[in-house]
């Protein structure tokens, strides 16, 4: 799972650490196209060096070409003298068919002295690359700070000739049509009406829910010595000027780097970071002098997000900030573990999978509901070329993840107030490896009181070194990272109903969740 992966980085395999963010006695679970050509396509594809052309063979009164031997024919009445005009040659194959390929000037048919269709023009070459990196920082591969994208003349300049070649297209074939149909009756085109010169979109239209959105949306770059550093996303999350955004976007920074977020409307702010929380992916950025007016985006509600529901996610993939892409919430409850492939230890969440577009540099961003509302943090993606998990660049294959809102407005206030975060826990020794229809309790590698400490939540419960945990809080656990990612949707002090498997039998307890503070 590629975190950033999007933002930027590579989740790793849910490789468990050995206690997520807690230590090896207490794991997080623990505490731990163109026309088609008329005729024969030439043997290779044309090129800028070698542009190809073909000429239609020479046509025949309202017909093609007679059999060899054979007399041509034309309808009652027709005249064999009367030819019609003959068709535009265009070179073969399609536009587009090949790699490289270069439009090949054509010679237009002779509709008169104006002379239609008028040529296509000629596609200026321009290119791209990847800007390197997983998660939300870095977006390099080598590891060297972002550069501000170029080339931005260069896309507009291709997108425009694009445009303008198949407007040229699109206007030959569209002439030669109503020439043919006009037949003295008038024309068979229909002209729209006149576009107001103030265009509204509705407030609840992508357009407008995007529009709302953007003011409150920042870009955020990420650097520390030695060339490090990264781009990722925030967004605001309250009038004093804070910023909540992954973990991973602002880690590189975090002692002693620069932070700044820079606006839509391109005005930036330093910022410092007021607090981290390693396990869960989320961190919270403060501007050191906030501009006034600030609008914070309105948080949703994502125990109450359905499959299907609308979304919207807003980032700076690959550094393209203020890009916009929509979708829907694809399933809910997904477990997932990811990481920046550093070595440190991963995060695990309780996910929103989505099919939003979802690249590097769209970490820390928001996933909108329909309303505009903040229904989570977009924070990972899987990608279809690594095998799924780290290594590599990532890129969006339809399969991106939020951490749930609820969930990380807990951690924010926690942060906010303390710069520490709280993780519910039950105080057991997770075995991520084992290879069980559940979350098993581990057998070695510590004492029997350490692998379950006796007055934590699960040890209190009955619960000892060997069970297999196979549901929590009314949810079906699969695997150790699932349990993990299961408590932490919880806080402490809840009441939480837990279902083990001891030699084959299951018993149902309820367990009040304790805490730790801290990743340390």
Do not use: C
Request: glycine residues 16%; proline residues 11%.
């Amino acid at each position: 799972m590629s975190t950033e992966n999007e933002g930027t980085a590579a989740p790793m395999p849910p490789a468990a650490p050995s206690a997520p963010p807690a230590p090896a006695a207490e794991t997080q679970a623990s505490g731990g196209a163109g026309p088609a050509a008329p005729a024969a396509a030439p043997a290779t594809a044309p090129t800028a060096a070698e542009p190809v052309t073909q000429q239609l063979p020479p046509t025949h009164a309202y017909g093609a070409e007679p059999a060899p031997g054979a007399e041509p024919t034309y309808p009652p009445g027709a005249e064999p003298t009367q030819p019609i005009p003959p068709a535009p040659a265009y070179a073969a194959p399609g536009y587009g068919d090949a790699p490289g390929y270069v439009p090949v000037p054509h010679t237009p048919a002779a509709y008169g002295a104006e002379g239609w269709p008028p040529p296509p023009p000629a596609v200026p070459a321009y290119g791209g690359g990847g800007h390197g990196g997983v998660w939300g920082a870095p977006l390099t591969t080598d590891g060297t700070p972002p550069r501000k994208p170029k080339g931005k003349g260069g896309l507009i300049a291709g997108v425009l000739a694009a445009a303008l070649l198949a407007g040229g297209i699109g206007g030959g074939v569209g002439y030669w049509a109503a020439e043919r149909n006009d037949n003295g009756t008038g024309s068979t085109t229909i002209s729209a009406g006149n576009t107001p010169k103030d265009l509204k979109r509705e407030a609840g239209s992508i357009a407008g829910l995007a529009s709302g959105a953007l003011p409150s949306v920042v870009t955020i770059e990420a650097s520390a010595g030695g060339g490090e550093g990264g781009t990722g996303t925030g967004f605001v999350y309250d009038q004093q000027g804070h910023i909540l955004t992954n973990n991973h976007v602002v880690a590189s920074a975090a002692n002693g780097g620069k932070l700044s977020a820079t606006f839509s409307d391109g005005k930036k702010y330093d910022a410092e970071v007021v607090g981290r929380a390693e396990g869960y992916d989320v961190a919270v950025l403060k501007l050191k002098n906030p501009p006034a007016g600030l609008k914070p985006l309105p948080l949703g509600d994502s125990e109450k997000v359905a499959v299907g529901d609308a979304t919207i996610a807003i980032g700076a993939p690959f550094g393209l900030s203020n890009t916009v892409t929509t979708g829907i919430v694809s399933a809910k409850d997904r477990p997932v573990a990811s990481g920046d492939g550093s070595g440190s230890k991963n995060s695990y969440m309780s996910a929103l999978q989505t099919d939003a577009s979802i690249n590097p540099g769209n970490s820390g961003g928001p996933l909108l509901d329909g309303r505009g509302a903040v229904i989570g943090i977009n924070s990972a993606i899987q990608s279809a070329g690594n095998g799924g998990f780290g290594g590599g660049q990532a890129g969006s294959i339809g399969l991106g993840f939020a951490i749930p809102i609820n969930q990380a407005k807990n951690v924010a206030e926690s942060l906010i107030k303390t710069g520490k975060p709280v993780y519910p826990v039950i105080s057991v020794s997770v075995d991520l490896q084992a290879k069980t229809n559940g979350a098993k309790i581990s057998e070695q590698g510590a004492a029997a009181n350490e692998l379950v400490d006796p007055s934590g939540p699960a040890g209190k419960a009955g619960l000892k070194p060997g069970d297999v945990i196979t549901e929590f809080g009314g949810k079906s656990i699969d695997s150790g990272p699932t349990l993990i990612s299961r408590i932490w949707t919880f806080k402490p002090g809840d009441t939480v109903k837990l279902t083990y498997l001891r030699d084959g039998k299951p018993t149902t307890v309820d367990i009040t969740l304790g805490s730790r503070v801290g990743d340390k």
